[in-house]
């Protein structure tokens, strides 16, 4: 159920709120920076406990008057952390309006990784390396947990990726959808939000890769085709071992005979 916290602590005094008697408390902030010290307020509530997904933050004319900043300084953070996915803001006045605590969507942290990755502040190799660790992981729990109708839309995700006439872009998206849908059926949440922001992340960047390659595109999209066919192969076999083989061949393989060479 959803909690007003500006109601409680203005009704009953709740603990936590305009105090520093316990740690994640509403208390005054300096004025050096001030918007950013919002969001570390907000941060220790979430932290500490206080404040939990669902949970309504007090308006921000109430939040400001708490913390002895500005409104401005509060919509500024605000505005900040539900760029980050962490905060839900809706105007109106039903029971669905104000400010929330969200769950941090896939979609958040694969926007954070799209403008890293576009900077190049992850170098290739560490991106390569973490898809590795993370798909492997999740091949190997889809392996034991996939059920029959995910098998059955995995293979539609091959065939439609065999269909003639499929272009480089058509063959990306599918190929991130397969891969996608793997590390889903793997069960582990936070595995599988951090690879679809990984592969995600790297949808316009594979997509560039495919284009320059030029007529060797050809060969290496039939040994794509293949690595996903013998994965999927060990995921209905129900072979752990099978699978995370076949899913870092796979992945090694295409960098090593495709974009990168160098880094497998």
């Known amino acids: 159920m959803e909690r007003c916290w500006w109601c409680l602590a203005?009704?009953?005094g709740l603990s936590g709120f305009g105090t520093d008697e316990q740690g994640g408390s509403w208390r005054p902030v300096a004025r050096t920076r001030t918007y950013e010290l919002v969001i570390e307020r907000i941060e220790e509530q979430i932290v500490s406990g206080q404040l939990h997904v669902g949970d309504r933050l007090?308006?921000?004319r109430d939040l400001a008057q708490m913390l002895g900043v500005s409104r401005a300084a509060v919509r500024e953070a605000f505005r900040a952390l539900e760029a980050q996915g962490v905060l839900r803001m809706a105007v109106g006045t039903?029971?669905?309006?104000?400010?929330?605590?969200?769950?941090l969507p896939s979609q958040a942290l694969t926007r954070l990784l799209r403008l890293h990755v576009a900077l190049a502040n992850f170098p290739l190799a560490d991106v390569?390396?973490?898809?590795?660790?993370?798909?492997?992981?999740?091949?190997?729990?889809?392996?034991q947990r996939a059920t029959?109708?995910?098998?059955?839309?995995?293979?539609?995700?091959?065939?439609?990726?065999?269909?003639?006439g499929c272009g480089r872009e058509r063959f990306n998206d599918l190929d991130t959808e397969f891969h996608v849908a793997i590390a889903e059926a793997?069960?582990?949440?936070?595995?599988?939000?951090?690879?679809i922001a990984i592969r995600e992340s790297m949808r316009r960047p594979l997509l560039t890769a495919f284009d320059d390659l030029?007529?060797?595109?050809?060969?290496?999209?039939?040994?794509?085709?293949?690595?996903h066919r013998m994965i999927q192969q060990a995921l209905e076999a129900g072979d752990a071992t099978a699978a995370e083989e076949q899913m870092e061949r796979h992945i090694r393989g295409f960098y090593r005979n495709g974009c990168a060479p160098d880094l497998a």
């Open 10 to 12: 203005k009704g009953v």
């Open 58 to 60: 007090p308006p921000e």
């Open 94 to 103: 039903g029971p669905d309006s104000g400010t929330t605590v969200a769950a």
């Open 128 to 143: 390569v390396q973490a898809r590795i660790m993370l798909e492997c992981e999740s091949v190997r729990n889809a392996a």
């Open 148 to 164: 029959p109708d995910v098998l059955e839309d995995l293979r539609k995700l091959l065939d439609a990726m065999d269909a003639p």
């Open 186 to 195: 793997g069960g582990n949440r936070l595995v599988a939000d951090m690879t």
């Open 214 to 227: 030029g007529e060797e595109w050809f060969p290496i999209a039939d040994g794509l085709r293949h690595d």
